[in-house]
Each structure stands twice: as structure tokens, then as C-alpha cells.
């Protein structure tokens, strides 16, 4: 149980164009979502936290209209990058916590595979 | 979040045990220990969290110090697929998760 699917693993996209990250629990529902960036050789960063139909909440310093993040159901968020640019190149890695149903203890969360985004 | 501190990298023989530390001097009562791991490419992975208490499953068992400053996460068995960086993180409950550089631990034949 507790798998966390993402979609697509790896996409290449244009500079000035949008894409759009999808983030699936597959066997639970998740009430809390959370997306993370990682940089080649360095940790996990932290860039947003959302609820199941509510707003997300942004880390310090992560411009949220670059950055739109929308959690609308229970086994679904989706993050799409804006008017990406190749800064944003990173693997961008979404996951989430349950808050005691569906035999997750709330306790920990569980990652999805990560998305390798290349923005040329 | 406390911070954690953690060795840069360690080696371990494969089918030895791996003990691998992390100090948390700075750990509210109410904060949970947690370790995750990541292979390479992979998206983080639960390994184990605990309170006061040992705690031991499948993968892994969580040795917290009585004063609860430190912790060690032992692998008991060391496989190759057990090459990966390993986050020792501190919280209040699986939220906001800090991730810090962890400790690549290389597991050698």
C-alpha cells in the first residue's frame, strides 16, 4: 500500500511554455500533498504544502503564480510550471500523508518517483 | 524543526550490519525522529520514525538516546540496493519535513 504515482517521469519543454506535473495517491487518500524540487547533488527543497480543496501554502521565496498548484480531489494534485524558463530545470518530487485512514498512520509521508523537468 | 547533524558518508560491508548516526541536541519533546532514504533518481522513501522509544520493522530499527539527542538507524543486514542518502529528520508529525544533506552510505560486496 501507500504508493504515489507521478506523471510524466521526464519532459523536455521550450522555453516560455507551461507544463504541468502530475501527483497521484494510488491506494489511499491524501489529504495533505506536498511538492519538493531537488537540484543534481543537493537536498530536497520544500516548495509548497496543500490540503485537499484548499489553497496552497508557498515556502518563502517560491513565486506562486510560477508555480500553481491544485489539489482537487483526494488522490490528486497537479503542479504546473509556468512560462518555464531553464532555471527551472530540477526533478521536482511531489508526496503525501494521510491523516489516519485508509491503514496510513499520518505519521509519515510517501514520496512519488520524481518528474526530471529540462526546460531548453 | 530541530536541525540534525549527520555524517557527510560512510561505507558499509555488504551483510553487515550499517549504524548510521544522527545528533539532534536541539529536539522538543513533541518532535518525532524520522528517516527517510533516497536512491539515486528516486523519489525519498519512509524507513522508519520514533518518539522516546525503540522501534524496530521490516527495514530498519530506530535506536533513540534516553536524553533523545541522538539516534542511530540500524540497517541490520546491509544489501547492495541499500546504497542511497539517508535523512535523519526531526518534527512534530510528518509535516514540513526538513531535509538536510544526509549521509550517503555506499554499500560495498
Known amino acids: 500500500g501507500a504508493v504515489v504515482s507521478q506523471h510524466p517521469s521526464r519532459v523536455i519543454c521550450k522555453s516560455g511554455t507551461s507544463v504541468k506535473i502530475e501527483c497521484r495517491s494510488l491506494?489511499?487518500?491524501?489529504?495533505?500533498m506536498f511538492w519538493y524540487r531537488q537540484f543534481p547533488k543537493k537536498s530536497l527543497m520544500l516548495m509548497a504544502t496543500s490540503n485537499e480543496g484548499s489553497k496552497a501554502t508557498y515556502e518563502q521565496g517560491v513565486e506562486k503564480d510560477k508555480f500553481l498548484i491544485n489539489h482537487a480531489s483526494l488522490t490528486l494534485s497537479t503542479l504546473t510550471v509556468t512560462s518555464a524558463h531553464p532555471e527551472d530545470s530540477s526533478f521536482y518530487i511531489c508526496?503525501?500523508?494521510?491523516?489516519?485512514?485508509?491503514?496510513?498512520?499520518?505519521?509519515?509521508?510517501?514520496f512519488g518517483p520524481g518528474t526530471r523537468l529540462t526546460v531548453t | 524543526d530541530a536541525k540534525t547533524t549527520q555524517p557527510p558518508s560512510m561505507d558499509c560491508a555488504e551483510g553487515r550490519a550499517a549504524n548510521l548516526p544522527c545528533n539532534h541536541s536541539?529536539?522538543?519533546?513533541?518532535?518525532?525522529v524520522y528517516w527517510y532514504r533516497q536512491i539515486h533518481s528516486q523519489g525519498p522513501q519512509y524507513i522508519i520514525h520514533g518518539l522516546k522509544n525503540n522501534e524496530t520493522n521490516e527495514m530498519a530499527s530506530l535506536i533513540i538516546t534516553e536524553d533523545r539527542k541522538s539516534s542511530t538507524l540500524i540497517l541490520p543486514h546491509a544489501t547492495l540496493r541499500d546504497t542511497a542518502v539517508y535523512y535523519c529528520i526531526v518534527s512534530f508529525n510528518d509535516y514540513k519535513l526538513s531535509f538536510g544533506a544526509g549521509t550517503t552510505v555506499t554499500v560495498r560486496a
Open positions: 491506494d489511499f487518500q491524501a489529504t495533505t
Open positions: 508526496s503525501a500523508s494521510s491523516t489516519g485512514t485508509s491503514g496510513i498512520s499520518g505519521y509519515e509521508q510517501y
Open positions: 536541539t529536539i522538543s519533546g513533541n518532535e518525532y
